[in-house]
């Protein structure tokens, strides 16, 4: 089998990704190859740097990616890091590499000695085309992962999803917790968005969220609340994550539930009493119904 290839971490697969991806199908569809994507499951900042979490777990990056027509691997990069740039390329030729697009700033292999200026060089040698996008990096300074995930940090959903080309979404298994929603009068779902991967942990306070049973057509708008639950002294360092689906009865324990994350609607706040936050809560939904009336 030959190959169009493009590498990357693709967290998000935002805006500036899609511009990789389509060239590579673009290249395959002209030069009659297979489009691949080699995705990195983490960035490397998940093993040098501040890690916050991946925007997207790296089964949903490959799912989209998947959609637009290519052939996936996922790699973790403990696996590949000792690999020298010299066997990095070697392994894409043995795969069936006969092009790879990149941007201008691309660079693989033990302490990054591969780049752009090898792989041309290699190209004849190894009967390969290289495909190079010379304005991504400008691209990528606008459209960034890291631009991403500092929105989302910041609460600036709208940014966030506007830079995907897409709603953000996150997903998780709903668990039992202390039924503090059902209590006060909204029963809440507490969902564990890192059940599998690593996912970024958004700005604390409240969202307008629309989602459901994971694979299932009924979708609801509804509340997401994100952080540490102060007004319950709870002492916890793993911020809670918890819905509460408007117009669903039902139960959700042990499925899995996924939301499109659409809108911030206010910070997290430590209330003095329970009734102080029911009366909010009450208000939170009475400013998404009113929100939700303009967007339908």
Not at 85 to 105: P, Q, R, S, T, W
Not at 132 to 145: A, H, Y
Request: hydrophobic content about 35%; some cysteine; proline content about 3%.
């Amino acid at each position: 089998m030959n190959y169009a290839v493009t590498i990357g971490t693709f967290d998000g697969v935002h805006k500036g990704h899609q511009i990789i991806l389509k060239k590579t199908l673009e290249v395959a569809k002209k030069n009659n190859l297979i489009p691949k994507a080699y995705i990195m499951k983490y960035p490397a900042t998940k093993y040098f740097g501040n890690f916050k979490g991946v925007i997207l777990p790296s089964y949903e990056r490959e799912k989209i990616i998947q959609s637009m027509g290519f052939e996936t691997e996922i790699f973790e990069l403990p696996d590949v890091i000792h690999i020298t740039h010299g066997e990095y390329l070697n392994f894409l030729v043995k795969e069936g590499m006969k092009a790879i697009v990149c941007g201008e700033d691309f660079t693989f292999g033990k302490e990054r000695k591969g780049d752009v200026s090898y792989l041309l060089a290699e190209q004849h040698k190894n009967n390969y085309y290289v495909e190079v996008l010379k304005d991504i990096k400008t691209s990528e300074t606008r459209i960034s992962s890291t631009f991403i995930r500092r929105a989302l940090l910041s609460g600036n959903i709208e940014e966030a999803n506007n830079l995907l080309g897409r709603n953000w979404t996150l997903e998780g298994p709903v668990y039992e917790d202390r039924h503090i929603g059902f209590k006060l009068g909204f029963p809440t779902a507490n969902i564990n968005i890192r059940y599998k991967e690593e996912v970024i942990y958004p700005h604390y306070g409240v969202y307008l969220v629309k989602g459901g049973i994971k694979n299932s057509s009924y979708k609801y708008y509804g509340l997401m609340s994100v952080g540490l639950r102060p007004t319950f002294n709870e002492k916890i360092t793993e911020p809670k994550v918890e819905i509460y689906f408007l117009d669903y009865f039902g139960d959700l324990y042990n499925k899995i539930v996924k939301i499109e994350v659409l809108k911030f609607l206010r910070e997290e706040i430590k209330f003095n009493s329970k009734q102080e936050l029911i009366n909010q809560m009450i208000k939170d939904e009475d400013n998404a119904r009113k929100i939700i009336n303009k967007i339908r």
